[in-house]
């Protein structure tokens, strides 16, 4: 089995920041990508941003500048930091991690239980 434990969802005004957390733990032989995706209320789950194991970074055009995705390979750990937030980035945000159990097997895709946050005044 494999967890993803999400942390740093808040309420914050817009302008403000946030940073959040995802630690990846079980039965982990190597991890291809990590990400973030969120889903507001009504809507479908976006991507918000990805990171590979080689560093290479995605990010949806709305977040573009504002947000920045980054790991910590030796704790399986993705962040997500979020400035200047707006109203319309509240949503429930999830973790993903795209790995493999052992040497050799399939890429598997797992998620988190998802993190609160609300941008409001």
């Known amino acids: 089995q494999v967890q993803l434990v999400e942390s740093g969802g808040a309420l914050v005004q817009p302008g403000g920041s946030l940073r959040l957390s995802c630690a990846a733990s079980?039965?982990?032989?190597?991890?291809?990508?990590m990400g973030w995706f969120r889903q507001a209320p009504g809507k479908q789950r976006d991507l918000v941003a990805t990171?590979?194991?080689?560093?290479?970074?995605n990010y949806a055009d709305a977040v573009r500048g504002r947000f920045t995705i980054s790991t910590d390979v030796a704790k399986n750990t993705v962040y997500l930091q979020m400035n200047d937030l707006k109203p319309e980035d509240t949503a429930v945000y999830y973790c993903q991690a795209v790995l493999r159990n052992m040497r050799g097997g399939a890429l598997r895709n797992y998620w988190g239980q998802g993190t609160q946050v609300t941008v409001s005044s």
């Open positions: 079980g039965n982990i032989f190597s991890i291809n990508a």
């Open positions: 990171i590979t194991s080689c560093g290479l970074t």
